[in-house]
């Protein structure tokens, strides 16, 4: 035992006893009681914490390097599995942040599941692992398995409610598509063991030993090269960056509206830390072959996020969209490489708190049960409920990236990025193109703000809208408050990034 | 004293806006004695400050009262020169009587106190106007009188006419101003600053004599002048403006403002010195709008457009005499002028006032014996104007006629039209004396005239006096004026009336004009009974030989449609369109990419394979593996 | 003409055969005997490369019990009949031939120089001791990892296939789903609060905030309030 | 004649595109699924050769639990398919356009 | 450290938004002077410094840093300079004016002037900010309030008017944030007197130009880049086009001097030709389409894009005169043009007409409202006298020096504004009355005196008195004139006057 440190895998194994206690206190407890909901919460603000262990332990390490579950000492392992940075570490609280705000803020789709909740609530539980294990994930293999694991959960969880009608249509675009993503993505692990010799990015042996100790010259980088575009394809997919993004506007709309945010935001946290991970952990010295991949795949999905996203008359598909251009903007700081990173982590974080947030209002707009949210929902929002519309509003100009929103600090930086290392087209462009964005977050503004509410038959009625209370309230209090304030003093999230590196 | 000439300024512009803001607590007879105490009072700033000035004893003086526009070098300073000296106490003398006049004229308009606030505030700018001691404060009148002049035009601005005459007014005079700015900018560029003593004494050597520069600068003021003082082709705007009140037309359109066009040549008369080619400009223009003006005079129905005419043919004669150089001649002419055609208008004005407002001469007539002493009063104005001995107007018409005999070469074929112009004058005033005053009375029912109050009536008699005997002020015998001007002048060559025999022969040709035009007139008009005055030629003397028509046709329309087109084609369907096009187009684009988004599995399937694809060709081409 | 060559060769064959059969076949059940026999190529294939366990497991699992599964759902759903394989959606086979051929050329390409970095030889052969060293040595994390998806694969098949007459919890009251779900939901409110205010005292604390929000909502909501204090007052000051 | 690294690469090259086309050409779920199995087969396939070329046991272990994976997907899947053929009595994908645009 | 007075500045009207938003939603009334009175603060935090501003003195003051964020550089870095102290005092006093005029805001009153106060902070902290990326911040974040103005209390075509002028300018900022980024990129570091070292190539010159100058002339907006303008101008409530006349279009022209001018000098020296051409086009297009507007609030709109094509002109003359002019017609555009946007609001609530055919022979029955309008007018107009005479003085004198024929071209708005204004003037209150409903309009009440009563006193002052403001614009106006004199091959033109008899350089002194 005194070999093996628990603390990086410490949030896995909470999950999975998560999972696990949740599941069987629902067969145990009377019908209708939920107190394994308690547990479900519990789980996630425990490894919350747990990853933020993780960062302050590495205070206390005598050097960054990787802190791995089973590599320490042990000369019979070759490679580590996982490695514990504050990479992983912020990466995690991100994750688990995320999950929790999802699963908090749609607390009523876990309700009125009735008995199913609690399979809901294990499934969000082991799809976070797996989003996780993706993050500190130094074997390629584990990360596959991590990234399988998210997916697979989120495929139940697109379908999970039946009765609706685009459900199965969600779940099951999701599940081939996803499939089909994996399978290139692991091809792409396939070649680059091919390529390199290793499965493993750390420790000796590893894809790094293997470029400081070959030459990089040695061998025809033909089938790397091969690997590497593949391995992105397969996260680019998850990440719902252009051309690999069209099952999400049709997923998002399908799936309940409550399940929506861990989908849109998790996974963009997990597979941004996943693409980080390989590309600026593995292949730093390949930043001239890769970089300009990214680059054309960020101006890509900025480009028909947008466009696609004007188009828009269902919120859910819209912001569908609009998560494939802010990819594309995150997409658009990784390709300055390490430098660009902490202001990737920045753009991640206040991006998925913002769609966290917003999704939650969908939730409370459209009912966390239903399989789509029509953009008219929103009109008047602003007389029948104020708080609502205003939070909206903070989360639309935040994503638009309007001043004193978290969202304009996140584009100044991954931009800032990219223009320093020389990508000033890709910087200019993706502005250009966030303007024609702010077209369709202010019609959600313009719809909430400026236009009359839809009078419903019984006239006491349409003043009257949802409320923000409980859980959902929280969450959208929570994540707008995040976005204004780090919108106005983002410097303490900039210095907590700018150590989060691999 | 002169230190405290602002005074004469800063109290009627104090009485304006006193009467602006609390007018309504003066009731209506005490604000016209509180404007008009205001005006007399700067008449008697002004006559005290120039005591100096008689006896020979002082200089000009400037009188600094702060820095205006610094970078600009621009001071707000006064110039107390002989020239400013004249021209305060004709502004100020006349104003003063017309403010007196006007008491009793405006009696029981509803805005009473208003007209005394505007004439109050004209009567300040038109001192600022020729106190002004650089360009720019000189600039700075020019404006305000414009202001006055619109405000008290469209002083009844209940009447389209009248509005729309102020408005006129005021643009016609803008366009003299953009030639005006654009002299100033030649001006400032040249010399680096506006002040008359710095540019004056630089010019010299700055600009070279009859160079395109110094040509350029006296044209653009000529633009500035003409505009002003209503010079062809920018005369168009003078008789529209007698929709005012006719004290109006009396002070501003007849006896200042409209004068400060040869106000404004005078006191440049340095630059217009090195530009012969634009003195020449200046005369040519005074003597076709003197003659011009005076044929349309002859066709006029309406009393106040022929006085209106009658100025701007005046007008031209004074220009006639600035361009010749003959600067005393026409600032002396300015002031006799000032005295005559301001009791002619204020005469007009009363007998409008006793005919029920009716303007039309065809309506008057046989109103000798009603009124005696408006007779009596316009009947001097009447001689002076028509240049009839010793009256004052045949002393400085006849100087300017000599001065410009002088000069010799083209400037004699100008002495031939001024000439016809001076008989012409005669006729056409005699027709509006014979029409108003002799004859049957033509008048339109219920219309009792009568004689007016004495408030009004003694500022004609004092005017009357003045244009009596105010032309002796500067005889050939005894040059008064030209002297007193004469350090005003002092850097400027003066043109001279003619020595020995020739000025008497010139005296008596020019007197014969006048007393031809009168016998013609007493031939057509005496027995009472009123000429045809029928047919195309009296249409075109009627209006103005249609110049307002061809200036609508040609640049009003043209000019709106123009900026409609821009309006509702260029800006809307154009450029805002391009814009919204853009907006429509990234719609469309939406639209376009929206049916790539098939919903079928496979499609999606393809869009990934081939992204894959797609990626595979850019990393391996890019990274030499192909 | 090594013995190996043969072997691959033939298998090879197959390989391709049962691919193409998989993607070619009208019936779905031709299509899962060509991926059988696909699969079974693989396990040769694994034994040639010394991946004797892999093979080994190939054949149980793979072969055994997955395809087994994938024949059941087939036959299950019964659609084990012959499709229709006019293709619908216009240029999608030139397309996909296009897109294949090049990715597959592609790849060739990129490999012709070298497929590995490794010269070959010195493989320790697959054999379960060998793998179980390695599994249960460097990569028992990873085996440990399956119990995720393990777990996953139990939890949803049972979430997905389950049939329930009645989907939704017993506390769900409306199962018209189109209709209007704002409606729907916004009813639900009050019903759904209790659970989750025992959920977590954070929740309980950060709501304070918004009570004030719909406090004042119901302020407005009536009017009729405003005005009753207004005449109270009113009364007040008379009496007075 | 050796059978060398590049000949199982090559082989597993074309059984993955197949795989693909198979994903890209046919709308029935189920046999959409199984291709996407050939993909993973062909996937490990790669595994074991480039193992056995690089002279380590990665590639078997890698495909192991590649294995793990497939088989956790195949009853996910599965039961997906299986809810979408009761709702809909077919298990078409060209049928389930629904959402788009 | 100093004590932050520019932060206090543009934290009071944060402050007065958060009092506003505190006021219970009872007790509606307490809105109105609530905001009123909170808008007198950053008003007397501005008053403060003007009166501690050190007149003559070049350079910065109530220079504040703090550093941000050490990576790019980024800082809290402020102060004021003669240009921006004049354009922050404006601020202050049209918002106190504006949330007057905004009385007949009933609906959402609360967030109404909460957006208000916002604006304010934005507006101010433009002006004040020394750090790129702050600029940027304040520059863009003034949007959204208006946006929330325009959309939310415009008339009917708010909606489009809103979106327009959001994206449109928001499209240059988009530019203007990458040119920014990379010109931190290239200097490392966002602080503008640090940029000012920064030597920079002449196609990075080039670009950095066009990437700023777009936002810019979007902003002021220059002739082709003007058609949100009208939209926008009129439909906005009162307040809204007050403010978006008065200050936010200068946003636009400060940006040019502050950065455009100092930043890029080689490039500006380069384009100034260009730029004077466009504005000379602006100054008569705009006018010429003022004169047909049926619309009266369209027509001042237009009319402000022949104003500020006056002020743009004079900026690149690059000549102190026009400079000056430049920056001192900024003030007087906000000041005249606010005061016609409040005639003509205080008259749309009377009668919901903005239709200049709906009106005629108003004069009669509304004296004191003609007289400040036409007052407004006139001053609009460049009546000397009136402050907007000062101004345009300047430019044309100091546009002259550099550019003669766009001078001279210029000059003819003056023309042109005299007949678009007093056209306008003659069809609404000259003339009989036309219409029943004009008979019984009231004349202005004594709050919407009171209301004008500063703009009139200030267009008078600096009509007559312009010194005071002259002062502190002056030593500023000379540095960027320095700059660019370092830094380019640019001189001032010559006066042609000999050196001892340069009096308008002597003047200066």
């Known amino acids: 035992m005194e070999n093996i440190a628990f603390l990086p895998i410490g949030p896995e194994i909470i999950m999975l006893f998560g999972a696990v206690l949740v599941l069987m206190s629902a067969v145990a407890l009377d019908q209708g009681r ?103 994930s130094s074997n390629l293999i584990l990360l596959f398995m991590g990234l399988e694991t998210a997916s697979i959960a989120l495929y139940i969880i697109a379908g999970f409610v039946r009765v609706e009608r685009n459900s199965d249509e969600s779940a099951l675009k999701y599940f081939l598509l996803g499939s089909f993503a994996s399978a290139i993505f692991l091809y792409g692990i396939a070649l680059v063991y091919a390529g390199t010799g290793s499965i493993s990015i750390y420790g000796p042996g590893g894809i790094i030993d293997f470029f400081a100790t070959e030459p990089v010259a040695f061998f025809d980088v033909g089938i790397l090269l091969t690997g590497i575009a593949l391995m992105i394809v397969g996260l680019a997919f998850k990440i719902s960056a252009a051309p690999f993004h069209q099952w999400a506007p049709d997923v998002y709309q399908g799936a309940a509206s409550g399940s929506v945010a861990l989908m849109a935001a998790g996974v963009k946290v997990a597979g941004i830390a996943a693409l980080a991970r390989v590309l600026l952990g593995a292949f730093p010295s390949r930043i001239n072959d890769w970089a300009p991949l990214i680059a054309a795949l960020a101006i890509i999905s900025i480009t028909l996020g947008t466009i696609g996203a004007i188009g828009q008359r269902d919120i859910k598909r819209m912001l569908a969209y609009s998560g494939v251009a802010h990819a594309g903007f995150m997409l658009t700081g990784l390709v300055a490489g390490i430098d660009g990173l902490p202001a990737v982590w920045f753009y991640v974080a206040t991006y998925v708190l913002q769609v966290v947030g917003a999704f939650t209002i969908v939730g409370l707009v459209a009912g966390v049960r239903s399989g789509g949210s029509a953009l008219d929902d929103y009109k008047g929002l602003w007389v029948r409920s104020p708080a609502l519309a205003g939070s909206m509003a903070v989360f639309m100009l935040g994503m638009g990236g309007i001043p004193m929103f978290s969202g304009l600090v996140g584009k100044v930086g991954v931009l800032f990025s990219a223009e320093a290392a020389g990508y000033v087209w890709l910087a200019t462009a993706g502005l250009v193109a966030a303007v024609a964005g702010l077209f369709f977050y202010l019609r959600v503004v313009v719809l909430m703000f400026f236009e009359a509410p839809v009078m419903a038959e019984a006239p006491g009625t349409a003043t009257t809208g949802p409320r923000l209370r409980g859980g959902a309230g929280f969450v959208v209090v929570f994540t707008a408050a995040a976005t204004v304030l780090l919108g106005i003093v983002p410097w303490p999230l900039l210095n907590v990034v700018r150590n989060a590196l691999l | 004293m002169i230190d405290l000439i602002w005074i004469a300024v800063a109290l009627p512009l104090l009485g304006a806006a006193t009467l602006l803001l609390f007018g309504k607590r003066f009731g209506e007879p005490n604000a016209g004695y509180f404007a008009t105490a205001l005006a007399a009072v700067a008449f008697l700033v002004g006559a005290i400050a120039s005591i100096d000035f008689f006896t020979g004893s002082a200089h000009a003086e400037h009188v600094f009262l702060f820095t205006w526009i610094p970078g600009l070098a621009i001071d707000a300073e006064f110039l107390w ?71 008290l035009i469209s002083f009844w601005f209940e009447k389209p006419s009248a509005a729309a005459a102020g408005k006129k007014a005021f643009i016609v005079n803008r366009i003299g101003d953009f030639g005006f700015i654009i002299a100033l900018m030649l001006i400032f560029a040249t010399f680096g600053s506006l002040g008359f003593e710095q540019v004056f004494e630089h010019a010299d050597t700055l600009l070279e004599e009859g160079g395109t520069t110094v040509t350029l600068i006296t044209l653009l003021l000529l633009v500035g002048a003409a505009g002003k003082s209503a010079q062809l082709p920018l005369h168009v705007w003078l008789p529209d403006a007698m929709e005012g009140p006719t004290p109006v037309s009396a002070l501003i359109h007849a006896a200042t403002m409209v004068t400060a066009g040869v106000y404004m040549v005078a006191r440049t008369g340095v630059l217009f010195d090195l530009a012969p080619f634009s003195a020449g400009v200046v005369a040519t223009v005074g003597a076709l709008t003197a003659i011009f003006a005076a044929t349309i005079a002859i066709g006029q129905r309406d009393i106040k457009r022929v006085l209106a005419y009658s100025t701007i043919s005046q007008l031209g004669y004074m220009f006639m005499g600035v361009g010749v150089g003959a600067y005393t001649a026409g600032i002396f002419h300015l002031m006799t002028h000032a005295f005559f055609k301001a009791l002619l208008f204020l005469g007009a004005g009363s007998v409008i006032h006793a005919m029920a407002d009716e303007q039309n001469m065809d309506k008057m007539g046989g109103l000798r014996k009603v009124m005696p002493k408006t007779f009596a009063t316009m009947a001097i104005a009447w001689l002076a104007i028509s240049g009839i001995p010793p009256f004052a107007g045949f002393w400085s018409k006849d100087e300017i006629l000599a001065a410009t005999f002088n000069k010799g070469g083209f400037f004699v074929v100008l002495w031939v039209v001024g000439l016809i112009t001076a008989g012409l004058t005669a006729y056409y005033m005699s027709r509006l004396m014979y029409l108003t005053f002799w004859g049957e009375p033509r008048w339109a029912d219920g219309v009792k005239p009568h004689e007016s109050p004495s408030l009004m009536t003694t500022p004609l008699i004092v005017l009357a006096v003045l244009s009596a005997v105010g032309g002796l002020i500067n005889t050939p015998w005894r040059l008064s004026l030209e002297h007193f001007l004469e350090p005003a002048f002092e850097a400027v060559h003066l043109a001279h009336a003619p020595e020995g025999a020739t000025p008497w022969i010139l005296a008596i040709v020019s007197v014969l004009a006048g007393v031809l035009g009168i016998m013609y007139a007493n031939r057509r008009f005496v027995s009472g009974e009123l000429p045809d005055e029928t047919g195309p030629m009296w249409d075109w003397l009627e209006n103005g030989y249609y110049v307002d028509d061809l200036y609508g046709k040609t640049i009003v329309l043209p000019g709106k449609k123009a900026a409609e087109e821009l309006a509702f084609f260029a800006d809307t369907k154009g450029l805002d369109g391009a814009v919204n096009g853009v907006g429509l187009l990234v719609k469309q684009m939406a639209e376009w990419v929206k049916p790539l988004q098939t919903g079928l599995v496979r499609n999606y399937a393809v869009g990934i394979l081939g992204g894959a694809v797609g990626l595979l060709l850019f990393i391996l081409i890019r990274g030499g593996a192909l | ?133 390695q599994l249960f040595g460097t990569w028992m994390l990873a085996f440990q990892a399956t119990i995720f998806l393990l777990t996953i694969a139990a939890v949803g098949t049972l979430a997905l296939a389950r049939y329930e007459s009645k989907v939704l919890g017993p506390d769900e009251g409306d199962v018209d789903v189109g209709q209007s779900p704002l409606r729907g939901e916004s009813s639900d409110v009050e019903v759904d609060q209790s659970p989750l205010r025992g959920e977590s005292s954070d929740v309980e604390v950060d709501q304070s905030p918004l009570r004030g929000e719909s406090s004042d909502v119901e302020v407005d909501q009536s009017p009729l309030r405003g005005e009753s204090t207004a005449g109270e007052a009113g009364g007040r000051g008379e009496s007075s | 004649m050796t059978v060398t690294v590049a000949w199982y690469m090559i082989l597993a090259a074309v059984l993955f595109v197949i795989g693909g086309a198979g994903l890209l050409l046919r709308r029935n779920a189920l046999v959409m699924f199984m291709s996407i199995e050939l993909m993973l087969n062909s996937v490990n396939l790669s595994f074991v050769a480039a193992g056995r070329a690089l002279g380590n046991l990665d590639g078997q272990l890698a495909v192991l639990f590649v294995m793990v994976v497939a088989a956790a997907e195949v009853t996910v899947g599965l039961a997906i398919i299986v809810m979408v053929f009761r709702k809909r009595a077919t298990a078409s994908v060209d049928e389930l356009s629904g959402m788009r645009g | 450290m100093t004590f932050p007075t520019l932060a206090l500045v543009i934290l009071l009207p944060v402050l007065g938004a958060i009092v506003v938003g505190l006021v219970p939603k009872r007790r509606p009334e307490l809105v109105y002077p609530l905001a009123l009175t909170m808008s007198f603060l950053p008003l007397a935090a501005v008053g403060y410094v003007l009166w501690e501003f050190e007149v ?72 004040i900010a020394l750090d790129l990326i702050l600029f940027f911040v304040f520059f863009e974040i003034t949007l959204v309030p208006m946006y929330l103005i325009i959309g939310m209390w415009g008339s009917d075509n708010r909606i489009y008017a809103a979106v327009k002028f959001f994206l449109y300018t928001a499209f240059g900022s988009a530019l203007m944030l990458s040119g920014i980024i990379w010109l931190g990129a290239i200097g490392g570091t966002f602080d503008f007197k640090q940029l000012l070292d920064i030597p920079l190539s002449s196609s990075q010159q080039t670009w950095l130009f066009f990437a700023f100058g777009l936002a810019f002339a979007i902003k002021v907006p220059i002739f082709p880049f003007h058609t949100w303008l009208p939209d926008a101008h009129t439909e906005a409530p009162t307040a809204g086009s007050v403010l978006l006349a008065g200050v936010l279009l200068k946003l636009g022209t400060y940006g040019f001097i502050r950065f455009n001018l100092t930043l890029f000098p080689d490039a500006a020296v380069r384009f100034a030709p260009w730029a004077a051409g466009l504005a000379v086009i602006g100054i ?99 009546l000397p006298g009136l402050n907007g005479f000062v101004g345009e003085f300047k430019i044309l004198l100091g546009s002259y020096l550099r550019f003669p024929v766009a001078a001279v071209l210029a000059a003819s708005g003056v023309i042109l504004a005299a007949i678009y204004l007093l056209w306008a003037y003659e069809r609404i209150f000259t003339g009989p009355v036309l219409h029943k409903e004009n008979e019984k309009l009231l004349d202005l009440n004594l709050r919407e005196v009171l209301i004008l009563a500063p703009l009139v006193v200030l267009i008078l002052f600096l009509g007559i008195y312009p010194k005071p403001a002259l002062d502190r614009i002056e030593p500023a106006v000379a540095e960027v004139l320095e700059r660019l004199e370092e830094a380019t091959d640019y001189s001032v033109p010559d006066f042609g006057v000999p050196e001892e008899l340069d009096l308008a350089q002597a003047g200066d002194e």
Do not use: C
């Not at chain 1, 747990?50 to 802190?67: C, M, N, P, V, Y």
């Not at chain 5, 809290?76 to 102290?85: C, K």
């Not at chain 5, 509304?366 to 609009?380: I, K, N, R």
């Open chain 2, 81 to 151: 020169d002989p020239l400013s000296a004249v021209m305060t106490m004709v502004v100020a003398g006349v104003g003063s009587l017309i403010h007196m006049y006007s008491i009793g004229y405006m009696h029981g308009d509803p805005r009473y106190t208003r007209f005394f606030a505007y004439m109050n505030l004209f009567l300040a700018s038109m001192l600022i106007l020729v106190l002004g001691s650089n360009f720019a404060v000189l600039f700075v009148g020019w404006e305000l009188v414009g202001l006055s002049s619109y405000l």
């Open chain 5, 56 to 127: 003559g003195e070049p350079g910065f003051q109530f220079t504040q840093q703090v550093l941000w964020y050490e990576p790019w550089d980024v800082s809290w870095s402020v102060g004021v300079d003669g240009i921006s102290l004049l354009l922050l005092a404006l601020t202050a006093i049209l918002f106190p004016i504006s949330i007057a005029a905004s009385k007949s805001i009933t609906k959402n009153t609360k967030m109404y002037m909460i957006a208000m106060l916002l604006l304010e902070t934005g507006m101010l902290g433009v002006f």
């Open chain 3, 1 to 133: 003409m090594s013995p190996e060559f043969v072997v691959f060769v033939i298998f090879a064959i197959a390989a391709l055969a049962g691919a193409i059969t998989l993607v070619g076949a009208r019936n779905p059940v031709y299509s899962a005997m060509g991926l059988l026999l696909t699969m079974f190529s693989m396990a040769v294939f694994y034994v040639l490369n010394d991946a004797h366990f892999v093979a080994a497991v190939q054949v149980i699992i793979y072969a055994g019990a997955v395809m087994t599964l994938f024949l059941f759902v087939i036959m299950l759903i019964g659609v084990d009949k012959n499709e229709d394989r006019e293709e619908q959606i216009p240029f999608q086979r030139p397309i996909v031939a296009v897109l294949s051929g090049g990715l597959v050329l592609l790849i060739v390409l990129a490999g012709s120089q070298a497929w590995t970095v490794g010269t070959g030889g010195g493989t320790p052969p697959g054999t379960i001791e060998n793998i179980s060293d």
């Open chain 1, 34 to 136: 939920r107190d394994w909901g308690i547990i479900g919460g519990i789980s996630l603000v425990v490894a919350f914490l747990l990853s933020l262990a993780q960062w302050l332990r590495l205070d206390f390490l005598d050097s960054t390097a990787e802190l791995s579950f089973t590599a320490r000492g042990v000369a019979s392992f070759r490679h580590p599995m996982v490695i514990m940075d504050r990479f992983s570490a912020f990466a995690g609280m991100l994750i688990y942040l995320v999950a929790f705000l999802a699963l908090v803020g749609n607390w009523r789709l876990v309700t009125r599941l009735g008995k199913r909740g609690a399979e809901y609530v294990a499934l969000v539980l082991l799809a976070t692992a797996g989003l996780h294990m993706m993050a500190i």
């Open chain 5, 284 to 382: 008569i297009y705009g006018a010429a389409v003022a004169i047909v507007q049926p619309d009266v609030k369209r027509l001042v709109a237009y009319s402000s894009v022949s104003h500020l094509g006056f002020i743009f002109l004079g900026i690149f003359a690059m000549t102190s005169q026009g400079l000056t002019g430049g920056v001192i017609q900024m003030v007087n555009h906000g000041l005249s043009t606010g005061a016609l946007f409040l005639l003509i609001g205080m008259i749309y609530e009377r009668r919901h007409t903005r239709q200049i055919t709906d009106y005629g022979g108003v004069a009669r029955v509304m004296p004191v409202f003609a007289g400040l309008f036409l007052f407004s007018a006139f001053a609009s107009a460049g």
